[in-house]
């Protein structure tokens, strides 16, 4: 498991800081969230299986 801190996803991942927040407000995706000390952390792991399987192919309309 590695966690990171919630400013430093841009560095790693294709996602912005402010949509983690907005998530973490929203109380979605809880499973990538974690607090120790009372800092919240993400792990990243849970992240990038999250993000696998939220990407769909992109297909033409018929």
Known sequence: ??????SQVESILPVKPSTIYKWRTQRKFSQ???KLGGMVLID????????KGQSRPRGGCR
């Open 44 to 51: 990243v792991q849970a992240l990038e299986e999250l993000l």
């Open 1 to 6: 498991m590695r966690f990171i801190r919630i």
């Open 32 to 34: 990538i969230f974690k």
